[in-house]
T-cell receptor, first 111, second 116 residues
Framework: GQQVMQIPQYQHVQEGEDFTTYCNSSTTLSNIQWYKQRPGGHPVFLIQLVKSGEVKKQKRLTFQFGEAKKNSSLHITATQTTDVGTYFCTPIGGSNYKLTFGKGTLLTVNP | EAGVAQSPRYKIIEKRQSVAFWCNPISGHATLYWYQQILGQGPKLLIQFQNNGVVDDSQLPKDRFSAERLKGVDSTLKIQPAKLEDSAVYLC??????????????FGQGTRLTVV
């Protein structure tokens, strides 16, 4: 399966600060999905990126897919306590289109 | 639209006992996944079904874990015998996969297994 490295593994911010997490792959990705998992909860789909250079926005969240389709990022503007959770990027690809998760980035927000 | 249903929500068993988890995916979803999530880690894919066929079970410990998807709808995951390290949340997810394009996966609430 396709592997990605997600950084940072942990991020603690003050409420109102911005936050970014990055996914990097050594191989070209077919597409990539982002999920959020709140503490004690289950992963919830945020978005899917398919096209090279794609940028999508959801309110304070901005998702990017690199031109070479080897990296992706999620940027949150002016974090809120409701943003707390683990953010996962999941590469989609391979003959079976497996949905695999890495360690993700755990975001904590200090009010 | 009803979500992915899982049962039970919680289970406590002794090591060497057996346990089974049940999942009912969203109606019409061809792809079904079982994940194991140990505290502090990301979900680990155990098995992926496409309709009633297995497309990936490379990380399923087949000496003790088994899974089936009855008639391409409901699915059960069994552990026999359980070990202490099997303590985790077991997540079921489903997606409406279209040809060459994955759609979003919907997750159930999970089953929290504690092996003592």
């Amino acid at each position: 399966g396709q592997q990605v490295m997600q950084i940072p593994q942990y991020q603690h911010v003050q409420e109102g600060e911005d936050f970014t997490t990055y996914c990097n792959s050594s191989t070209t990705l077919s597409n990539i999905q982002w999920y959020k998992q709140r503490p004690g909860g289950h992963p919830v789909f945020l978005i899917q990126l398919v096209k090279s250079g794609e940028v999508k926005k959801q309110k304070r969240l901005t998702f990017q897919f690199g031109e070479a389709k080897k990296n992706s990022s999620l940027h949150i503007t002016a974090t809120q306590t409701t943003d707390v959770g683990t953010y996962f990027c999941t590469p989609i690809g391979g003959s079976n289109y497996k949905l695999t998760f890495g360690k993700g980035t755990l975001l904590t927000v200090n009010p | 639209e009803a979500g992915v249903a899982q049962s039970p929500r919680y289970k406590i068993i002794e090591k060497r006992q057996s346990v089974a988890f049940w999942c009912n995916p969203i109606s019409g979803h061809a792809t079904l996944y079982w994940y194991q999530q140990i505290l502090g880690q990301g979900p680990k894919l155990l098995i992926q079904f496409q309709n009633n066929g297995v497309v990936d079970d490379s990380q399923l410990p087949k000496d003790r874990f088994s899974a089936e998807r009855l008639k391409g709808v409901d699915s059960t995951l069994k552990i026999q015998p359980a070990k202490l390290e099997d303590s985790a949340v077991y997540l079921c997810a489903s997606s409406l996969r279209q040809w060459r394009m994955n759609t979003e996966a919907f997750f159930g609430q999970g089953t929290r297994l504690t092996v003592v």
